[in-house]
């Protein structure tokens, strides 16, 4: 029997680096919209303007001061230095016919040779080197994904993995694209936003460091990654949550769910699970849902989420 959410009588906390500025601000569903700009425009219910409905601190108050666990740290780092999402051909993220062809300099991608381009160069640089070959080649459309990291509980053994792997396949195959990671539990932190990009190490020192509780509150974590992908101007907008969707506290989390141009849920399976909430926050997401029962299943899970948007 699904147990009722706890409602909570205190506002949570979104921790963030640069105060307001530099945190989204999330709002209830059906809030109106702001109108400042694009991606305002183009994401209902969700405001970068003004907030009430949280309370908002520094990151710092959230990581704690001292290294995370050597053997969970070590474990993370090294399962993260060996797995990356299979790399795609020539563009990370191909439109059928998307993108702007552009001429540049051989990168070992393309192999249609802009001969006068190359011949200009050649005049100057009379035993070229490989760079010195100009091709065209298409460049992709831009990309953008919000990961929702749920860390409620205690951030151990096969939960751990699993965050460490999902972080570094994501980092290691967007490349030029841009990666926000969101951790949630009954509060939420940014600890990566999308217009400050964040190495992927420190992404995961950062994540194995969060002070947290017990309780989920998956419907504030949404809402943390709808309002920072919404910042987003790139036509693909892509959202990723992570949890076995056990929420326990706070409002329904699928009225935050249609705010988002994709969301995809990876659903943790190795312990107690709720599949029937994950698949409607999918659905509701117009996105896909795959079970995630170790680490391991997860890079093939994510080549096939990100492969449909």
């Known amino acids: 029997m699904r147990r009722k959410p706890k409602q909570l009588d205190d506002l949570p906390s979104l921790f963030g680096r640069g105060g307001a500025g530099g945190t989204p601000l999330p709002v209830e569903a059906g809030a109106p919209r702001a109108t400042s700009g694009d991606a305002d425009r183009r994401t209902p219910a969700?405001?970068?303007?003004?907030?009430?409905?949280c309370e908002l601190r520094d990151l710092g108050e959230i990581l704690e001061d001292r290294a995370p666990d050597e053997d969970v740290a070590r474990m993370a780092h090294r399962i993260a230095a060996r797995l990356s999402i299979r790399r795609r051909p020539r563009d990370l993220a191909p439109?059928?016919?998307?993108?702007?062809?552009?001429?540049?300099?051989?990168?070992?991608r393309s192999d249609d040779v802009d001969l006068d381009r190359t011949m200009d160069v050649l005049t100057e640089h009379p035993f070229p080197d490989d760079t010195d070959i100009v091709v065209r080649e298409r460049v992709g459309t831009r990309r953008s994904v919000v990961l929702i990291v749920d860390v409620s509980g205690s951030m151990r053994g096969e939960k751990v993995r699993m965050a460490a792997a999902t972080v570094a396949a994501l980092t290691g195959d967007l490349g030029e694209h841009e990666l926000a990671?969101?951790?949630?539990w009954s509060d939420a932190a940014l600890l990566g936003p999308l217009h400050a990009p964040v190495p992927g190490p420190i992404l995961l020192d950062r994540l194995l460091r969060i002070r947290t509780g017990g309780l989920t509150n998956v419907h504030f974590g949404l809402s943390v990654g709808a309002a920072e992908l919404a910042r987003s101007a790139a036509r693909q907008r892509t959202a990723i949550?992570?949890?076995?969707?056990?929420?326990?506290?706070?409002p329904d989390p699928r009225?935050?769910?249609s705010?988002?141009?994709?969301l995809h849920v990876l659903l943790q399976t190795d312990g107690e699970?709720?599949?029937p909430l994950a698949a409607d926050i999918a659905r509701l997401g117009r996105g896909s849902i795959r079970p995630v029962r170790t680490y391991r299943d997860v890079a093939p899970a994510l080549n096939v989420m990100l492969g449909r948007t």
Do not use: C, E, Q
């Open 95 to 108: 439109d059928a016919g998307g993108g702007h062809v552009l001429p540049m300099r051989y990168r070992h």
């Open 241 to 250: 949550l992570l949890t076995d969707a056990i929420h326990n506290a706070g």
């Open 255 to 257: 009225t935050v769910a």
């Open 181 to 184: 990671l969101v951790a949630f």
């Open 259 to 262: 705010r988002f141009p994709r």
């Open 273 to 275: 699970h709720d599949a």
């Open 46 to 53: 969700a405001t970068l303007t003004s907030a009430a409905n």
